[in-house]
């Protein structure tokens, strides 16, 4: 259902997150469209040119590895000379100011959410994986598609030829990206965990995603079917809005800082916590 105007819908946004004890927080790519980060399916898309089936499958990188590591390995490049925005920021800082209440599983494979946790923290002993799960895996990580061996990789790809692709340091196998295609199972701890956060959320905070892809489109309505709340921000409608408790139309990065709760200003009294 949504609000009559976005002044009333954000304070409703603000009072649903203000008194949720636990949040999680699903992201899309729609988050780091503010970053400069290019969306699969909006206008100037990741996908425009390509179709997800040409380059997002397992059977893509059997045809072609070559131009699935282009593709890739251009996406590393962009996404290199982007920036955590203020919506990636707010939530982090809402993350390190409530321990353990605020859970993020994004969809993105841009690492902008793990940046966003670093640069926030302030001792620097920040752990950017915990209360996040990428769920779609990284663009900034290979794995071997012989010995299964992981690497983090933020090299820049020669995807001049199939010989000058990255290998297994182990096995000189060929690496592939370390993400999830379409047709590939998601990593059973990483979404159980998702769905974990998701049932246990009294709210559920949903940012930029058109809520086509599943499973993880499927974790609001968990949060809903477990009694609570959808909150959704995208400047066009989804097919999660008619679910949505108030759906926001605005940007992340204008909307998500106005609605985060604020650092709760009680004065420190002698049996403050
Ligand atoms: C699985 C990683 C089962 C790679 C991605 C038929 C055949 C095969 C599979 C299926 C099928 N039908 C259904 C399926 C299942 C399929 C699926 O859901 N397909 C959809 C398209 C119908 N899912 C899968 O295949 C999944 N696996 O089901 O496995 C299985 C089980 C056991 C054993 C074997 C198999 C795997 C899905 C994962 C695919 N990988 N990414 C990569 O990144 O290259 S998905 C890809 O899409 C990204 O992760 C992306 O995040 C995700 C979703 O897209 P969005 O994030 O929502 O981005 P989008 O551009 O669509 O939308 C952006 C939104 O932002 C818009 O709404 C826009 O309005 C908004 N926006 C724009 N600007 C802003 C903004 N919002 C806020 N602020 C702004 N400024
Ligand atoms: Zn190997």
């Not at 993350?95 to 209440?101: D, K, L, V």
Request: hydrophobic share 40%.
């Amino acid at each position: 259902m949504t609000e009559p105007g976005l002044a009333a819908g954000l304070a409703r946004a603000r009072a649903l997150l203000a008194e949720a004890e636990r949040v999680l927080v699903l992201t899309g790519a729609g988050i780091s469209a503010d970053s400069g980060v290019p969306t699969f399916r909006g206008p100037g898309g990741l996908w425009k040119d390509f179709r997800p089936e040409d380059l997002a499958t397992p059977e893509a990188f059997e045809r072609d590895p070559r131009l699935v590591w282009e593709w890739y390995g251009w996406r590393r490049e962009v996404v290199s000379g982007c920036r955590p925005n203020a919506a990636h920021v707010s939530l982090a800082r809402w993350q390190a100011r409530a321990p353990g209440r605020i859970r993020i599983a994004t969809q993105n494979v841009d690492g902008l959410h793990s940046l966003a946790a670093v640069e926030g923290s302030t001792d620097g002993t920040t752990d950017p994986s915990a209360d996040l799960a990428e769920v779609h895996g990284t663009l900034f990580g290979s794995r071997c598609n012989g010995c299964g061996l992981r690497f983090t990789d933020r090299a820049t790809v020669d995807a001049t030829a199939i010989g000058t692709l990255p290998a297994c340091a182990s096995c000189d196998s060929l690496l592939r990206p370390d993400v999830v295609w379409y047709g590939e199972a998601l990593d059973p701890a990483v979404i159980e965990l998702a769905f974990r956060w998701a049932a246990e959320a009294d709210a559920c905070l949903v940012i930029g995603t058109s809520a086509l892809v599943h499973p993880a489109a499927s974790l609001p309505s968990v949060t809903r079917e477990n009694g609570g709340s959808i909150v959704e921000v995208n400047p066009e409608a989804t097919p999660l809005t008619a679910h949505a408790t108030v759906s926001l139309r605005g940007g992340a990065a204008a909307t998500v800082p106005s609605i985060v709760p604020l650092p709760r200003t009680t004065p420190i009294t002698a049996d403050s916590p």
